[in-house]
């Protein structure tokens, strides 16, 4: 029973490996992408904000884009 035991977790470790190296892979790609836009003139950092807006949902961004304002007009930013 051990022995099952011990192969199923080796089987879990092995999958978890290839798929960090996967992760990796595929970071480096992005990072790539985001070294050639930089390299075509567009600002890197601004994409990757537009990035993560796009992952919220309508209401939360909206939301989110409220609160910053209030936040920027209580400090006097805009």
Not at 7 to 35: F, P, S, T, W
Not at 44 to 63: F, G, N, S, T, Y
Request: hydrophobic share 40%.
């Amino acid at each position: 029973m051990a022995d099952a035991a011990d192969d199923r977790l080796r089987l879990l470790i092995e999958r978890i490996e290839r798929l960090e190296e996967e992760k990796k892979g595929i970071a480096d790609d992005i990072k790539d992408v985001y070294a050639e836009a930089k390299a075509t003139g567009y600002d890197a950092k601004i994409m990757r904000q537009i990035v993560r807006l796009r992952k919220l949902k309508p209401d939360d961004r909206r939301e989110m884009e409220a609160i910053l304002d209030t936040y920027k007009n209580a400090l006097g930013l805009e």
